[in-house]
């Protein structure tokens, strides 16, 4: 992709998300976003099929700069799926932090229901790709066959887990928000350990977790 046409995603990314929080409501049409904003139609269409497709490819966008970040640390190569899961949680949500008020006004109407979110799609995809990898990393150092996990029931599994952190963090109000990291790490201790067989304490412990914060807000 050239630079110019990064550059018109990215103006039509930031337009966008600004439109929403400045005027509490979606651009009504593409012609009128695209006058306002001062690019022309056939450029937009270029880029994007629609303003729910901007919208979708925002949250790929969130994806795009998280992977970006911790795939170019130095030790990425030799850091275990775990430790690259949990490097990208922890980035992913330093993503959205910074894109907080846009993330709680898109998402805000869907409850519990962020499973069925289609603005979310873009971002499923991607997810599921990146942990297919790190399940095929931890699948090649497995000695027997029977030990291995199937990469497709696996990240499924791990895309409910981002849906669940997701929604954990949209109702987080402690500061900096460790009590999202905290989850973070008690989820991504479970899901490595059922990997690895071995999931009664984690669970537990995770399962106490949740407890005492439900608890806290009834």
Same mark, same amino acid.
């Given at each position: 992709? %050239?630079?110019?046409?990064?550059?018109?995603?990215?103006?039509?990314?930031?337009?966008?998300?600004?439109?929403?929080?400045?005027? +509490?409501?979606?651009? /009504?049409?593409?012609?009128?976003?695209?006058?306002?904003?001062?690019?022309?139609?056939?450029?937009?269409?270029? =880029?994007?099929?629609?303003? #729910?497709?901007?919208? +979708?490819?925002?949250?790929?966008?969130?994806?795009?700069?998280?992977?970006? @970040?911790?795939?170019?640390?130095?030790?990425?190569? &030799? !850091? %275990?799926?775990? $430790?690259?899961?949990?490097?990208?949680?922890?980035?992913?949500? +330093?993503?959205?932090?910074? #894109?907080?008020?846009?993330?709680?006004?898109?998402?805000?109407? &869907?409850?519990?229901?962020?499973?069925?979110?289609?603005?979310?799609?873009? @971002?499923?995809?991607?997810? /599921? $790709? *990146?942990?297919?990898?790190?399940? $095929?990393?931890? #699948?090649?150092?497995? !000695?027997?066959? *029977?030990?291995? =996990?199937?990469?497709?029931?696996?990240?499924?599994?791990?895309?409910? !887990?981002?849906?669940?952190?997701? /929604?954990?963090?949209?109702?987080?109000?402690?500061? %900096?928000?460790?009590?999202?990291?905290?989850?973070?790490?008690?989820?991504?201790?479970?899901?490595?350990?059922?990997?690895? #067989? &071995?999931?009664?304490? %984690?669970?537990?412990?995770?399962?106490?977790?949740?407890?005492?914060?439900?608890?806290?807000?009834?």
């Amino acid at each position: 992709m %050239s630079k110019k046409s990064e550059n018109i995603k990215e103006k039509i990314f930031n337009a966008y998300s600004t439109a929403v929080l400045e005027h +509490e409501k979606e651009p /009504k049409s593409v012609y009128l976003f695209c006058k306002e904003l001062g690019v022309s139609e056939a450029d937009f269409y270029q =880029h994007f099929g629609s303003l #729910n497709h901007v919208k +979708e490819q925002i949250f790929c966008q969130f994806f795009d700069n998280a992977y970006g @970040l911790i795939s170019k640390g130095k030790d990425y190569a &030799t !850091q %275990s799926p775990k $430790e690259k899961l949990l490097n990208f949680y922890f980035t992913f949500f +330093e993503v959205l932090m910074l #894109n907080r008020s846009y993330v709680l006004f898109v998402l805000a109407d &869907t409850g519990v229901n962020l499973q069925k979110l289609g603005v979310l799609k873009g @971002l499923r995809n991607a997810f /599921k $790709e *990146f942990v297919s990898g790190l399940i $095929e990393e931890g #699948n090649a150092v497995k !000695q027997s066959r *029977f030990s291995k =996990h199937p990469e497709v029931f696996f990240s499924e599994g791990a895309w409910v !887990q981002l849906l669940f952190l997701l /929604k954990f963090w949209m109702d987080d109000d402690s500061p %900096s928000f460790e009590k999202t990291d905290m989850a973070i790490e008690k989820s991504v201790r479970i899901v490595f350990d059922v990997f690895d #067989n &071995t999931p009664i304490d %984690s669970i537990v412990d995770f399962g106490k977790f949740l407890w005492k914060e439900n608890t806290k807000t009834a």
